[in-house]
Nanobody, 121 residues
Framework: QVQLVESGGGLVQAGGSLRLSCAAS????????MGWFRQAPGKEREFVARLDWSGAPNYADSVKGRFTISRDNAKNTVYLQMNSLKPEDTAVYYC???????????????WGQGTQVTVSS
């Protein structure tokens, strides 16, 4: 019954920053494994960042040092702060809850609708 709604995407020049928000409703996400994924045109959806059960963050190598995932339990919202953006970051970004790995692939119970991020050079 949980619903996830992403926001904060848009157009930005290379080197700029954006903060994506994922607002959850229907149940608390404070103890849940949350993640951000992205899908570029013609590409498979790929892992970007996640919070494990303890709240510890993990990142894809391509975004380490540039992106930060965080959670505000009072607002039941997870964020993705994106700095030093590159054209290759252009994609639709998706939030997900109950993220886990099965047979080497990430799966989740619920996905958001996605928000477009476009980085110009």
């Amino acid at each position: 019954q949980v619903q996830l709604v992403e926001s904060g995407g848009g157009l930005v020049q290379a080197g700029g920053s954006l903060r994506l928000s994922c607002a959850a409703s229907g149940r608390t996400i404070s103890g849940s494994r949350m993640g951000w994924f992205r899908q570029a045109p013609g590409k498979e959806r790929e892992f970007v960042a996640r919070l494990d059960w303890s709240g510890a963050p993990n990142y894809a190598d391509s975004v380490k040092g540039r992106f930060t995932i965080s959670r505000d339990n009072a607002k039941n919202t997870v964020y993705l702060q994106m700095n030093s953006l590159k054209p290759e970051d252009t994609a639709v970004y998706y939030c997900a809850v109950d993220v886990t790995v099965v047979l080497g692939k990430y799966v989740a119970s619920t996905w958001g609708q996605g928000t477009q991020v476009t980085v110009s050079s």
